[in-house]
């Protein structure tokens, strides 16, 4: 069974850097599977913020694209996300999700429990 | 990108009736890509149909979706006491960005 935990500062400053990491056990990172971040706050609800792939290819939403930026660590069989110049409106809970790819489907299957992220100096 | 809306924004309704939740979008979603979702508080998401109606592993029978295009519904049959909570609908087409409904809170009356 597939498992996923996000791990990160729950703090970070105005116009700083959130980083954040999703650990992956019960599968290896490297297979055919997208790996995924989403956050959700009152004010904007569900938001996609893009996914990765094991080879480092990646698609972010475009309206964080400018300050987004995602990678895979196979060594850690992890996952990373890097959101610069962060705001108020950046305070969320991110979810770190496996969007799984079996027998012509695919959804989002296995989820992070969250973790929250506050912006606040 | 696509925006989903869903309705009604809350549900009030009793252990064993019948759920229909509903969700549109605003241009046609490919049905390999559509998908409800249920979040209990301080809980994420939880996968219950994928594919527009294929239920995910372990998803009692009792919730079904149906769907296709632009018209898209989430149907539980027979509400139990754990089935109160907040449903989301969710596309993730291949040339557009992953978009969510708002919501639909279904309460108990």
């Known amino acids: 069974q597939v498992q996923l935990q996000e791990s990160g500062p729950g703090l970070v400053k105005p116009s700083g850097t959130l980083s954040l990491f999703c650990s992956v056990s019960?599968?290896?990172?490297?297979?055919?599977?997208?790996w995924n971040w989403v956050r959700q706050s009152p004010e904007r609800g569900l938001e996609w913020i893009g996914e990765?792939?094991?080879?480092?290819?990646?698609i972010y939403n475009p309206s964080l694209e400018s300050r987004v930026s995602m990678s895979v660590d196979d060594s850690k069989n992890q996952f990373s996300l890097t959101l610069s110049d962060v705001s108020a409106a950046d305070a969320a809970v991110y979810f770190c999700?496996?969007?799984?790819?079996?027998?012509?489907?695919?959804?989002?299957?296995?989820w992070g429990p969250g973790t929250r992220v506050s912006v606040s100096s | 990108e696509i925006v989903l809306t869903q309705s009604p924004g809350t549900l009030s309704l009793s252990p064993g009736d019948r759920a229909t939740l509903s969700c549109r979008a605003s241009?046609?979603?490919?049905?390999?890509?559509f998908a409800w979702l249920q979040q209990k508080p301080g809980q994420a998401p939880r996968p219950l149909i994928y594919?527009?109606?294929s239920r995910a592993p372990g998803i009692p029978d009792r919730f079904s979706g149906s769907g296709s295009g632009t018209e898209f519904t989430l149907t539980i049959s027979r509400l139990e006491p754990e089935d109160f909570a907040v449903y989301y609908c969710?596309?993730?087409?291949?040339?557009?960005?992953?978009?969510f409904g708002q919501g639909t809170r279904l309460e108990i009356k």
């Open positions: 999700a496996r969007r799984h790819r079996f027998n012509w489907n695919e959804y989002f299957d296995s």
């Open positions: 019960g599968d290896s990172i490297s297979t055919n599977n997208w």
């Open positions: 990765v792939y094991h080879t480092g290819t990646t």
């Open positions: 241009q046609s979603v490919s049905g390999y890509y």
């Open positions: 594919g527009a109606s």
């Open positions: 969710q596309q993730y087409g291949s040339s557009t960005p992953v978009t």
